[in-house]
Protein backbone atom coordinates (compact mmCIF):
# COMPACT_ATOMS: atom_id res chain seq x y z
CA UNK A 1 0.00 0.00 0.00
CA UNK A 2 1.49 3.56 -0.87
CA UNK A 3 0.19 6.94 0.09
CA UNK A 4 -0.06 9.30 -3.03
CA UNK A 5 0.88 13.01 -3.01
CA UNK A 6 -2.56 14.14 -2.63
CA UNK A 7 -2.52 11.86 0.92
CA UNK A 8 -4.78 9.02 -0.59
CA UNK A 9 -4.13 4.92 -1.10
CA UNK A 10 -2.90 3.10 -3.34
CA UNK A 11 -3.14 -0.87 -3.06
CA UNK A 12 -0.33 -2.31 -4.72
CA UNK A 13 -0.73 -5.88 -6.96
CA UNK A 14 1.92 -8.00 -6.30
CA UNK A 15 2.82 -10.31 -9.00
CA UNK A 16 3.98 -13.49 -7.57
CA UNK A 17 6.08 -15.83 -10.05
CA UNK A 18 5.49 -20.02 -9.65
CA UNK A 19 8.42 -20.70 -7.63
CA UNK A 20 6.91 -17.96 -4.84
CA UNK A 21 3.48 -19.75 -5.06
CA UNK A 22 4.82 -23.60 -5.11
CA UNK A 23 5.18 -23.53 -1.40
CA UNK A 24 0.94 -22.75 -0.95
CA UNK A 25 0.14 -24.81 -4.07
CA UNK A 26 1.94 -27.79 -2.97
CA UNK A 27 2.97 -28.13 0.58
CA UNK A 28 0.71 -28.98 4.00
CA UNK A 29 1.20 -25.51 5.41
CA UNK A 30 0.61 -27.66 9.01
CA UNK A 31 3.22 -30.75 8.39
CA UNK A 32 5.33 -29.45 6.15
CA UNK A 33 4.39 -32.84 4.18
CA UNK A 34 3.43 -32.55 0.09
CA UNK A 35 -0.44 -32.02 -0.03
CA UNK A 36 -2.61 -33.80 -2.17
CA UNK A 37 -2.41 -32.09 -5.06
CA UNK A 38 1.48 -32.45 -5.26
CA UNK A 39 0.95 -36.23 -4.51
CA UNK A 40 -1.51 -36.49 -7.92
CA UNK A 41 1.11 -34.98 -9.66
CA UNK A 42 3.41 -37.60 -8.71
CA UNK A 43 0.86 -40.53 -8.69
CA UNK A 44 0.27 -39.78 -12.54
CA UNK A 45 3.34 -39.93 -13.01
CA UNK A 46 4.56 -42.96 -11.05
CA UNK A 47 1.99 -44.98 -12.30
CA UNK A 48 2.60 -44.26 -16.07
CA UNK A 49 5.85 -45.29 -15.48
CA UNK A 50 4.55 -48.82 -13.59
CA UNK A 51 2.76 -49.12 -17.14
CA UNK A 52 6.04 -48.94 -18.96
CA UNK A 53 8.23 -50.77 -16.84
CA UNK A 54 5.51 -53.16 -15.57
CA UNK A 55 6.94 -52.94 -12.06
CA UNK A 56 4.61 -53.06 -9.03
CA UNK A 57 3.33 -50.11 -7.88
CA UNK A 58 1.88 -49.98 -4.01
CA UNK A 59 0.11 -47.72 -1.57
CA UNK A 60 -0.71 -46.74 1.67
CA UNK A 61 -3.29 -44.97 3.37
CA UNK A 62 -3.55 -44.48 7.05
CA UNK A 63 -5.56 -42.44 9.15
CA UNK A 64 -5.61 -41.85 12.99
CA UNK A 65 -8.17 -43.70 15.19
CA UNK A 66 -10.48 -41.34 16.92
CA UNK A 67 -8.60 -37.88 15.83
CA UNK A 68 -12.17 -35.75 16.65
CA UNK A 69 -12.55 -36.70 19.59
CA UNK A 70 -8.38 -36.54 20.62
CA UNK A 71 -9.20 -32.81 19.33
CA UNK A 72 -12.54 -32.65 21.69
CA UNK A 73 -10.31 -33.98 24.69
CA UNK A 74 -7.16 -32.37 24.33
CA UNK A 75 -7.93 -29.47 21.70
CA UNK A 76 -7.28 -28.43 18.24
CA UNK A 77 -3.45 -27.28 18.83
CA UNK A 78 -2.55 -30.75 20.77
CA UNK A 79 -3.90 -32.08 17.60
CA UNK A 80 -2.14 -30.46 15.14
CA UNK A 81 1.05 -31.08 17.22
CA UNK A 82 0.13 -34.88 16.91
CA UNK A 83 -0.23 -34.27 13.28
CA UNK A 84 3.39 -32.96 12.92
CA UNK A 85 4.72 -35.72 15.36
CA UNK A 86 3.82 -38.11 13.33
CA UNK A 87 4.12 -36.69 9.94
CA UNK A 88 7.98 -36.60 11.18
CA UNK A 89 8.05 -40.19 12.62
CA UNK A 90 6.45 -41.47 9.36
CA UNK A 91 9.20 -39.89 7.30
CA UNK A 92 11.89 -40.74 9.39
CA UNK A 93 10.64 -44.51 8.48
CA UNK A 94 10.94 -44.24 4.44
CA UNK A 95 14.30 -45.01 3.87
CA UNK A 96 14.07 -44.96 -0.14
CA UNK A 97 14.79 -41.96 -1.56
CA UNK A 98 11.32 -42.84 -4.23
CA UNK A 99 9.05 -43.23 -1.43
CA UNK A 100 6.61 -40.36 -0.99
CA UNK A 101 5.01 -39.20 2.33
CA UNK A 102 1.89 -37.16 1.94
CA UNK A 103 -1.00 -35.40 3.48
CA UNK A 104 -4.61 -36.13 2.13
CA UNK A 105 -6.61 -34.63 4.56
CA UNK A 106 -7.72 -34.53 8.15
CA UNK A 107 -5.58 -37.05 9.81
CA UNK A 108 -5.47 -38.80 6.59
CA UNK A 109 -2.08 -39.51 4.77
CA UNK A 110 -0.61 -41.02 1.76
CA UNK A 111 2.34 -43.71 1.27
CA UNK A 112 3.60 -44.04 -2.30
CA UNK A 113 6.30 -46.76 -3.03
CA UNK A 114 7.24 -47.56 -6.40
CA UNK A 115 8.63 -51.11 -7.38
CA UNK A 116 7.31 -52.37 -4.23
CA UNK A 117 5.57 -55.44 -4.15
CA UNK A 118 2.47 -56.92 -1.81
CA UNK A 119 5.14 -58.51 0.66
CA UNK A 120 7.23 -55.00 0.95
CA UNK A 121 3.93 -52.88 1.21
CA UNK A 122 2.29 -54.39 3.95
CA UNK A 123 5.75 -54.57 5.75
CA UNK A 124 5.64 -50.75 5.63
CA UNK A 125 2.54 -50.36 6.40
CA UNK A 126 2.81 -52.89 9.66
CA UNK A 127 6.14 -51.08 10.92
CA UNK A 128 4.28 -47.71 10.56
CA UNK A 129 1.21 -48.63 12.30
CA UNK A 130 3.53 -50.15 15.38
CA UNK A 131 6.15 -47.34 15.31
CA UNK A 132 3.16 -44.75 15.89
CA UNK A 133 1.69 -46.96 18.72
CA UNK A 134 4.76 -46.85 20.26
CA UNK A 135 5.27 -43.43 20.36
CA UNK A 136 3.12 -43.83 22.95
CA UNK A 137 1.34 -40.58 22.72
CA UNK A 138 -1.83 -40.65 25.11
CA UNK A 139 -5.36 -40.86 24.26
CA UNK A 140 -7.86 -41.03 26.89
CA UNK A 141 -11.16 -41.16 24.40
CA UNK A 142 -9.73 -43.42 22.41
CA UNK A 143 -12.17 -46.61 22.46
CA UNK A 144 -9.36 -48.91 21.86
CA UNK A 145 -6.23 -47.82 23.39
CA UNK A 146 -4.15 -45.85 25.93
CA UNK A 147 -2.71 -44.02 23.24
CA UNK A 148 -3.26 -42.64 19.50
CA UNK A 149 -3.27 -45.36 17.15
CA UNK A 150 -4.06 -45.75 13.22
CA UNK A 151 -5.70 -47.44 10.91
CA UNK A 152 -4.65 -48.29 7.22
CA UNK A 153 -5.43 -50.02 3.88
CA UNK A 154 -3.05 -50.87 1.44
CA UNK A 155 -2.98 -52.10 -2.16
CA UNK A 156 -0.80 -52.97 -5.19
CA UNK A 157 -0.87 -53.11 -8.64
CA UNK A 158 1.05 -53.53 -11.66
CA UNK A 159 -0.97 -51.55 -14.00
CA UNK A 160 -2.06 -51.76 -17.77
CA UNK A 161 -2.73 -48.40 -19.93
CA UNK A 162 -6.06 -49.23 -19.76
CA UNK A 163 -6.61 -49.15 -15.88
CA UNK A 164 -7.75 -46.26 -14.19
CA UNK A 165 -5.33 -44.24 -11.52
CA UNK A 166 -8.28 -42.69 -9.52
CA UNK A 167 -10.07 -46.65 -9.13
CA UNK A 168 -6.63 -47.94 -7.47
CA UNK A 169 -6.42 -45.36 -5.33
CA UNK A 170 -10.20 -45.47 -3.93
CA UNK A 171 -9.56 -49.08 -3.37
CA UNK A 172 -6.94 -48.49 -1.20
CA UNK A 173 -9.21 -45.89 0.97
CA UNK A 174 -11.80 -47.85 0.89
CA UNK A 175 -9.39 -51.18 2.57
CA UNK A 176 -8.32 -48.30 5.21
CA UNK A 177 -12.00 -47.54 6.25
CA UNK A 178 -13.28 -51.24 6.52
CA UNK A 179 -10.23 -51.66 8.69
CA UNK A 180 -11.52 -49.06 10.64
CA UNK A 181 -15.21 -50.73 10.70
CA UNK A 182 -13.45 -53.85 11.89
CA UNK A 183 -12.19 -52.07 15.03
CA UNK A 184 -9.07 -50.06 14.18
CA UNK A 185 -5.66 -50.09 14.83
CA UNK A 186 -5.33 -52.65 11.93
CA UNK A 187 -4.66 -52.61 7.95
CA UNK A 188 -6.65 -54.38 5.01
CA UNK A 189 -4.91 -55.00 1.77
CA UNK A 190 -7.53 -54.39 -1.36
CA UNK A 191 -6.24 -53.14 -4.45
CA UNK A 192 -9.82 -53.40 -6.68
CA UNK A 193 -12.59 -50.47 -6.54
CA UNK A 194 -16.33 -51.93 -5.23
CA UNK A 195 -18.68 -48.57 -6.17
CA UNK A 196 -21.29 -47.44 -4.26
CA UNK A 197 -24.69 -47.82 -4.64
CA UNK A 198 -25.07 -44.67 -5.97
CA UNK A 199 -22.28 -45.13 -8.46
CA UNK A 200 -24.03 -47.86 -10.03
Same mark, same amino acid.
Given at each position: ?9 ? @? ?6 ? %? ?7 I ?7 ? *?????? @? ?33 F????? +? ?6 ? =????L??? $?? *? ?17 ? /????F?? %??V??E? $?????? &? ?13 ? =????? #?F???? #?? &? ?23 ? +??E?D? %? /??
Open positions: MKQNDNGSLT @VEKKVFTQ %EELEPFIYDSLTKLPN *FNYFKD @VFERKWKSAIRKQDPLSLIVFDLDFLGLYNARYGEAGNK +VLKKIADK =VKSLNRP $ED *FLARYEGGTFLILLPETNT /NGALVA %EKRKI $EMMKIP &HCESKISKYVTISFG =VGTKT #PIWED #PF &HFFKAVEQAMYTAKNRGRNQGLWNN +VFYN %E /NN
